[in-house]
């Protein structure tokens, strides 16, 4: 009789853990930070690394929100009352296979559905989705409170229109989302006073949105960064393992959650391979600068030195403002060299708004020396291409820093990051068009 009841009891345990999975959560230390970080600050970003549990914390607190059950050792914000909350990722498919099964369940398997961290007792309905099998709509839950709050399914390729019709509490973006639909969920919880949380690993590089919590200080954004030094379930032989897996040019990001650098690093190397220690260049070397035009995607500039005899290619300094005019913009290149050349994109031939000048013109204006002509760039670019390819192949890749204000703000910001390493933020390739 003993040993029935003993097996009866382990069975019931293992039912409520199965069906009760919130009630179970224990946070790691970074985890802890993030939610706590949500009662002083509007947007998150939890920032980390694959596989160490950015999106686990992301269902455990979007589930106590969304139920009204907290935790004896939560800090983070609270609600009261029931809510409305949008979760959601890049397609119907990734929000099914993230948001949706950590939430509810095993997506194709409806009788597991309630093993989630949402409680089983919790769900209290459903709607699914026609466009993809074992897709959810949206679920109904039940709020301590007494009422119902509704989690609402969406994904980002459905595009910044479909995210506009609901008023919201609380937006959890799991992958980073692209800048218009990121402002349409921040916009959805304008009325509420809600709240946003993003869970990702930045392998998309610098993008907007990684810019916009790492280069634009502010009360209510903060960015909680989580290595695999911080992953608890990993043993430091495991680690290990994990991170000789990865390709050189992808570890800081897939186990440090660093961002790649631009949109993705154009050559699969790591920054200690490719950095040098600063020294004069040679008088006898070629010298370029290139610049892209921006005003609030950041306007931004480089200066390239080459090193025939050796074939090696150096990025000296680098340059980096948004929303100043070419003016600004002018008066702190032309220190670099006032005899310097300067390459640029051929949106420098369109025509300001305000005065009618072609852009290219006002900085020529201002003292730089510009490339003439459509001739001259469509040369450029191909001696670019061409020189790219052979690098590629036979050439080596080099870049220094000048001098400590090579995009300060944007450096230490990375370092930091990186536990005190200076990480490249330049856009290293070959000569900018």
């Known amino acids: 009789m003993l040993l029935r009841e003993r097996m009866e009891l382990t069975m019931e345990i293992g039912r409520r853990q199965k069906t009760n999975r919130l009630a179970y959560y224990r946070p790691y230390a970074k985890q802890t930070e993030f939610h706590a970080a949500g009662a002083s600050f509007r947007e998150r970003l939890f920032m980390a690394g694959n596989q160490l549990g950015k999106t686990l914390a992301g269902a455990a607190e979007a589930a106590m929100h969304l139920t009204g059950d907290y935790p004896s050792w939560w800090a983070g914000r609270r609600f009261d009352r029931p809510i409305t909350m949008i979760g959601g990722s890049e397609s119907h498919e990734l929000t099914r296979d993230g948001v949706q099964r950590l939430l509810v369940g095993p997506p194709m398997s409806e009788e597991d559905w309630g093993t989630g961290y949402l409680p089983k007792a919790a769900i209290s309905g459903w709607t699914r989705r026609s466009s993809a099998s074992g897709a959810l709509d949206s679920v109904t839950v039940r709020h301590t409170s007494g009422g119902t709050s509704t989690l609402l399914l969406k994904a980002y390729e459905q595009g910044r229109a479909k995210w ?12 980073e989302p692209p800048e218009d639909v990121y402002f349409e969920g921040i916009t959805r919880t304008n009325a509420t006073g809600g709240s946003v949380a993003v869970t990702f690993t930045p392998l998309k590089g610098m993008s907007s949105v990684v810019s916009r919590y790492l280069l634009e200080p502010s009360d209510d954004r903060t960015v909680v960064r989580m290595t695999i030094d911080d992953a608890e379930h990993y043993s430091p032989e495991e680690r290990a393992k994990i991170v000789a897996s990865y390709p050189a040019h992808e570890k800081e990001a897939r186990t440090k959650g ?10 699969p190397v790591t920054e200690e391979q490719i950095r040098v220690e600063p020294f004069e260049v040679p008088r006898h070397w070629v010298q370029i600068g290139g610049l892209d035009f921006g005003w609030d995607h950041p306007f931004a500039a480089a200066l390239c030195a080459w090193d025939r005899d050796a074939d090696v290619f150096y990025v000296t300094r680098c340059y980096r403002e948004r929303e100043a005019t070419p003016i600004i913009h ?42 003439d002509g459509e001739n001259a760039r469509r040369k450029l670019e191909m001696e670019r291409e061409l020189k790219l390819a052979e690098i590629q192949q036979n050439g080596a890749l080099k870049r220094y820093q000048i001098d400590a204000e090579l995009n300060l703000k944007r450096e230490q910001n990375l370092a930091e990051m990186a536990g005190g390493t200076a990480l490249t933020t330049a856009h290293i390739g070959g000569m900018p068009g």
């Open 164 to 175: 506009q019709a609901n008023t919201v509490d609380y937006v959890w973006f799991d992958e």
């Open 258 to 267: 660093v961002p790649t650098l631009g949109s993705g690093r154009i050559f």
């Open 330 to 371: 002018a008066a702190s290149l032309k220190p670099w060299g006032p005899w310097l050349p300067w390459a640029w994109p051929h949106d420098g031939l369109q025509h300001d708004k305000g005065s009618g000048e072609q852009l290219a013109a006002q900085y020529r204006g201002q003292g730089l020396v510009m490339l």
